[in-house]
C-alpha cells in the first residue's frame, strides 16, 4: 500500500512535468549519478533574473525522476537569487519521503543540475 507521498512521487515518474528539450536554453547542463550511470540533462531560459522555461531529459528511476519533475515545476518564474537558496533539505522536503543513503543521490541529482545552471 502506498502512502499519499509515494503516490504523488510515483505520479510525477509516470508523468514527468517538463520533459523534453528548449530549442535554444540559456544554458544547459547534464549530470550523472555515479553509483548507477543514470544521467539527466537540465536547460533554462531566463529572462534577466527570471526562469522563464526549464525542461530536462534522461533515464533515471523514480526518485530522480519525480524529483527532477517536481523541481522544474517549483522553479519556473523563480529568480536567481531565489534559486540559489534551495539545498538538500528543501529537495528531501519535496520528496516528503525518507531517503537511504544511495537514494538520495538520486534525489539530490536534479539539485546539482540545478546549481550548474546557475
Ligand atoms: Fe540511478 Fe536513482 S538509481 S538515479
Known amino acids: 500500500m502506498f502512502n ?5 512521487i510515483l505520479d510525477h515518474y509516470q508523468h514527468p512535468r517538463n ?9 544547459k547542463v547534464e549530470v550523472a549519478n555515479p553509483l548507477c ?16 522555461e526549464v525542461k ?12 527532477a519533475s517536481m523541481l522544474t515545476e517549483y522553479i519556473k518564474g523563480k529568480t536567481k537569487e531565489q534559486l540559489k537558496k534551495i539545498d538538500k533539505n528543501f529537495i ?6 525518507s531517503l537511504g543513503v ?3 543521490k538520486c534525489a539530490l541529482l536534479s539539485l546539482e543540475a540545478l546549481k550548474k545552471l546557475l
Do not use: H, Q, W
Open 4 to 8: 499519499i507521498y509515494t503516490e504523488i
Open 19 to 27: 520533459f523534453g528539450e528548449i530549442k535554444n536554453p540559456t544554458k
Open 37 to 52: 550511470g543514470d544521467k539527466i540533462k537540465m536547460m533554462i531560459v531566463f529572462d534577466k533574473e527570471k526562469v522563464t
Open 56 to 67: 530536462f531529459t534522461g533515464v533515471g528511476c523514480a526518485i530522480s525522476t519525480a524529483s
Open 92 to 97: 528531501i522536503k519535496m520528496l516528503g519521503v
Open 102 to 104: 544511495n537514494r538520495i
